[in-house]
């Protein structure tokens, strides 16, 4: 997920707050919408030269880089350039393809661990992105394991019984514009698109809100946001009663 990492930053450096992309030390932890400037920031459309200011790492490092610079009163043009130089759409920098992230293939031996990352990471954008169900940024590594569908139904059903601490999901992210402007959506197998309500009457803010108070989808980052609800599993269906009549009963 390069380019994705959760923006939730810890542990506190040198007796200071968390080191964060926009303040190099803050007395509190900083989520997305703060990392971009807001809701609104993220709403602009990425394209062409700035399409690399979607992704966090490339952000973060390079807000970082330009203070540190300007601290020690160092003009970036006259630093020397060498090589060789990191391309966009290539792992170094941090920026996937314009024709978005390929899957990644993992072994049968490698599916648990890899399911345990994503649980893992989706718990830390329930944070980074207050309720949001980001499964967009998670989706290529899904595509790439034996069984995608499977997958989708395990981590759908286990997170809400793991996630006590991160906000309940109020949002879901499943539908992303490549940087080539292709649309590429996250297929659900119908057993885990059943844990989704995608149809909630928002109850309070989620993701979206400062943005469309009424609950229609938002682009962020040039991703569809919507409301949506994480359902628990399913209760097991009530056991027929008891039939405790005598053997002789009339009706038996």
């Known amino acids: 997920m390069p380019g994705n990492w959760p923006a939730w930053f810890g542990p506190a450096?040198?007796?200071?707050?968390p080191t964060t992309g926009r303040h190099l030390a803050s007395d509190r932890p900083v989520c997305q919408p703060d990392l971009f400037g807001g809701i609104g920031a993220m709403?602009?459309?990425?394209?062409?030269?700035?399409?690399q200011g979607r992704y966090i790492a490339p952000?973060?490092?390079g807000?970082?880089?330009h203070r540190v610079l300007a601290a020690l009163d160092i003009p970036a043009d006259t630093l020397l350039r060498l090589g060789p130089v990191f391309r966009l759409g290539s792992e170094w920098s941090w920026v996937p393809p314009r024709?978005?992230?390929?899957?990644?293939?993992?072994s049968n031996a490698d599916v648990v661990p890899v399911l345990a990352r994503c649980l893992t990471f989706l718990q830390w954008q329930l944070l980074a992105r207050p309720g949001n169900l980001y499964l967009s940024a998670v989706d290529s590594v899904v595509r790439g394991l034996p069984d995608p569908d499977?997958?989708?139904?395990?981590l759908l059903t286990v997170l809400p019984a793991i996630s006590a601490g991160p906000p309940a999901v109020s949002s879901i992210t499943d539908l992303r514009r490549n940087d080539d402007g292709r649309l590429e959506p996250v297929r659900l197998p119908p057993e885990a698109e059943a844990l989704l309500d995608r149809d909630p009457v928002p109850a309070g803010r989620w993701l979206g809100t400062p943005l469309s108070r009424a609950g229609r989808p938002v682009w962020l980052l040039d991703e569809r946001t919507m409301p949506a609800r994480l359902r628990s599993t399913a209760a097991p269906a009530e056991a027929?009663?008891?039939?405790?009549?005598?053997?002789?009963?009339p009706d038996g």
Not at 13 to 17: E, I, L, R
Not at 43 to 51: K, L, P, V
Not at 240 to 249: E, F, G, I, S, T
């Open 43 to 51: 709403a602009d459309g990425f394209r062409d030269r700035r399409r």
């Open 99 to 106: 024709t978005g992230e390929p899957a990644t293939p993992t």
């Open 63 to 65: 807000r970082v880089h």
């Open 59 to 61: 952000l973060r490092t």
């Open 13 to 17: 450096v040198a007796g200071k707050g």
């Open 240 to 249: 027929p009663p008891v039939d405790d009549r005598p053997a002789d009963h």
């Open 150 to 154: 499977a997958a989708w139904i395990a």
